[in-house]
């Protein structure tokens, strides 16, 4: 059984829950999902997905329910983390916002909502290594990654810009990757890595 937290102070918290199921059950895995609103519960968890929403109201909600910690401590044992959208903004180094108090889980920068208000959203074709087809990734007011630390690894690119990266066992996106049926994101940020761990 692999328990599974989805942080849910905000943001597409059902959706995500589904997409992990859905990559769990093909890979053969039971998934035990725990919607995480306060602190208790990550300590439990093998891996952990902090979706969208809004970048400064998710940190603020984390540090005050001491959620926060609780992810670096996550991060530090190895486990692996699915950070979309703002929850890629809260993971950075640097949001350049000083309303956001950063997790510091990606050696990035990040301009929030730099792709454009809501009514700029679109859907692109991906090439993500790893993936032998196209990922139908989902742009919402994404951020735009636009300085990237040695140590992390870029997995894809939108129009020569950094739109997924993976440090450690952290995977953050710019897109939304849990509005969609394809689960082959979840499959590579968390199972890809459960099974590696198992291995070894």
């Known amino acids: 059984m692999i328990h599974a937290g989805v942080v849910a102070v905000q943001g597409d918290v059902s959706e995500h829950a589904a997409a992990i199921r ?25 891996v952990l997905l902090i979706p969208g929403g809004e970048s400064t109201a998710i940190s603020r909600l984390l540090r005050r329910e001491g959620i926060d910690e609780e992810i670096r401590d996550h991060v530090a044992a190895g486990k692996p983390v699915l ?85 450690g066992p952290v995977v953050g996106t710019s897109f939304h990757p849990e509005l969609t049926a394809d689960s082959r994101l979840h499959d590579l940020a968390f199972f890809d890595h459960v099974e590696a761990e198992a291995a070894d």
Do not use: Y
Not at 114 to 139: N, W
């Open 83 to 167: 950070a979309t959208c703002a929850g890629l903004i809260v993971s950075s180094r640097d949001a350049k916002d000083d309303r956001v108090e950063t997790l510091d889980l990606i050696d990035v920068s990040v301009d929030r909502n730099a792709f454009g208000r809501q009514v700029d959203s679109f859907e692109a074709p991906l090439d993500i290594a790893g993936m032998d087809d196209p990922f139908p990734a989902v742009f919402i007011r994404a951020p735009l990654i636009d300085d990237v630390d040695d140590g992390v690894e870029v997995l894809a690119e939108w129009d020569g810009t950094p739109v997924a990266v993976r440090q």
């Open 22 to 46: 859905r990559a769990a059950d093909a890979h053969g895995e039971n998934v035990d999902v725990v919607e995480i609103r306060q602190s208790g519960h990550i300590p439990d968890c093998d």
